[in-house]
């Protein structure tokens, strides 16, 4: 291909692999779905599947990560969450946190924690990405678990609590956020791992939710958790000498500098994007089918203009999104700046779109639609998330506002 070629096609290789995930969403996933919505425990007995055949796996993901076109991850999660959102969130929670340690880990903290996050298919963990706090969610620089450093002991002892994480609790291995110079606000922050086992750590609360109530949603308590020197992820010396900068910025002035979480974040959001596609993608294809079936007045609803426009709508949202989400998952592949945070704009848009989408969805059904015979009820519930986590719609357009403005909008 030259230079000046464009091309939106995908190759054999991840129309392969996207046929693969597809007839596991469909075969696996989708008959599991309504199951564990009900139940609201953790899918083991999937994930299980799913590492049996190498899905759930850092070989898999990593290889998408690593897709030169960068369009892996979003491909991946598309069709994962169009088989069912909740249940594939229990399969990729995990690499929030992996994202994590690879946002902000030196190699050897990558090689040594992110496989054991995965664990093996015989012994399948999961791990927790613990960042949010009960009076810092949206506003990060609230967060107040504390981690001070044991210069005797090379330790670091972690005190908090931490809420709303995935896996929290039931991770073998927990990212955890915390303030290391309380002066400098979100930029005192540094994420440590805690390895499995560590005394200290215990699970909180855990949510009874509105949707996504497969994924395991809980607080993460840490009283005087001591973890080893190695933990804290970067490093000692560079973080000591991140700090430094940032405080000699904020006596000249205050220059933007990216805090732990926020890296995480960034790197994520096209990934959430196209988990909000997958599940928008779904209700579509039941409302499409069912509206060419369901006859009233002497024939299908579909010949309406006011359903067959509403479906027309749905199509276009849907692909406006996922063209969004397939920019920014290439721009960042590319190693492109988000000038205008085209990250945030593609989490925005797909969240919105499977909010709206699932919506039209429930009502193209009319009574079927509000019940759990269908399933566009649950992928209504499962998408109203997407408006909240990482980032809820109002911080996108806080972020996206003040990049395009570079003004300080509050
Ligand atoms: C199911 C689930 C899973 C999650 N998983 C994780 C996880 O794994 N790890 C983790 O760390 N966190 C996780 N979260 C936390 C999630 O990221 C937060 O809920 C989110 O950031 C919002 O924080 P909050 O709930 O405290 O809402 P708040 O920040 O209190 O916001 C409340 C409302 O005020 C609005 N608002 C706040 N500030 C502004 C502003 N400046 N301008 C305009 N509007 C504003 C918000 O948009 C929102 O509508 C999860 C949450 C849920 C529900």
């Given at each position: 291909m030259g230079d000046s070629a464009f091309a939106l096609d995908l190759n054999d290789d991840q129309k392969e692999i996207r046929e693969w995930i597809h007839g596991f969403a469909a075969d696996v996933i989708r008959p599991a779905a309504a199951e564990w919505d009900e139940r609201e425990e953790t899918p083991w007995p999937v994930i299980q599947e799913a590492a049996k055949i190498g899905l759930y796996s850092l070989d898999f993901y990593a290889q998408q990560f690593f897709d030169p076109t960068g369009l892996g991850?979003?491909?991946?999660?598309?069709?994962?969450?169009?088989?069912?959102?909740?249940i594939a969130l229990s399969i990729v929670g995990t690499g929030l946190a992996a994202v994590g340690v690879l946002a902000n880990g030196t190699e050897e903290q990558i090689g040594t924690w992110v496989p054991q996050m995965y664990g093996t298919p015989d012994d399948v963990q999961v791990a927790a990405f613990c960042s949010s706090e009960p009076d810092a969610g949206s506003d990060v620089s609230a967060m107040r678990t504390r981690a001070v450093y044991d210069e005797a002991k090379d330790e670091w002892v972690l005190n908090g609590t931490k809420t709303w994480a995935t896996n929290g609790g039931i991770a073998n291995i927990h990212v955890v956020v915390a303030v290391v110079d309380p002066e400098l606000g979100s930029?005192?922050?540094?994420?440590?791992?805690?390895?499995?086992?560590?005394?200290?750590?215990?699970?909180?609360?855990?949510?009874?939710?509105?949707?996504?109530?497969?994924?395991?949603?809980?607080?993460?308590?840490?009283?005087?958790?001591?973890?080893?020197?190695?933990?804290?992820?970067?490093?000692?010396e560079k973080l000591d000498e991140r700090?430094?900068?940032?405080?000699?910025?904020?006596?000249?002035?205050?220059?933007?500098?990216?805090?732990?979480?926020?890296?995480?974040?960034?790197?994520?959001?096209?990934?959430?994007?196209?988990?909000?596609?997958?599940?928008?993608?779904?209700?579509?294809?039941?409302?499409?089918?069912?509206?060419?079936?369901?006859?009233?007045?002497?024939r299908p609803i579909i010949d309406n203009q006011g359903i067959a426009f509403q479906l027309a709508d749905m199509r276009t949202r849907i692909d406006a999104?996922?063209?969004?989400?397939?920019?920014?998952?290439?721009?960042?592949?590319?190693?492109?700046?988000?000038?205008?945070a085209e990250g945030s704009?593609?989490?925005?848009?797909?969240?919105?779109?499977?909010?709206?989408?699932?919506?039209?969805?429930?009502?193209?059904?009319?009574?079927?639609?509000?019940?759990?015979?269908?399933?566009?009820?649950?992928?209504?519930?499962?998408?109203?998330?997407?408006?909240?986590?990482?980032?809820?719609?109002?911080?996108?357009?806080?972020?996206?506002a003040r990049t395009v403005s570079g003004s300080p909008i509050r």
């Open positions: 991850i979003a491909m991946t999660m598309e069709e994962l969450f169009w088989g069912d959102a909740g930029k005192g922050h540094a994420s440590f791992i805690v390895p499995p086992g560590t005394p200290g750590l215990s699970q909180g609360q855990k949510f009874k939710k509105h949707g996504i109530r497969a994924s395991h949603t809980a607080e993460v308590v840490l009283e005087d958790v001591r973890v080893p020197g190695s933990c804290l992820l970067g490093g000692k700090l430094a900068r940032t405080r000699e910025r904020a006596k000249q002035g205050g220059e933007r500098v990216k805090n732990a979480a926020m890296a995480t974040f960034e790197a994520s959001r096209p990934a959430v994007g196209a988990q909000a596609v997958g599940i928008a993608r779904a209700a579509y294809e039941v409302a499409l089918d069912y509206a060419k079936d369901r006859v009233q007045f002497g999104a996922r063209l969004l989400v397939w920019r920014a998952s290439w721009m960042a592949a590319a190693g492109r700046p988000f000038e205008s704009m593609s989490k925005l848009y797909a969240g919105e779109t499977a909010k709206t989408v699932t919506a039209q969805a429930m009502q193209i059904l009319g009574g079927n639609g509000y019940t759990r015979e269908y399933p566009v009820e649950r992928m209504h519930r499962d998408a109203a998330i997407y408006t909240i986590f990482e980032g809820t719609s109002e911080i996108q357009r806080l972020v996206i």
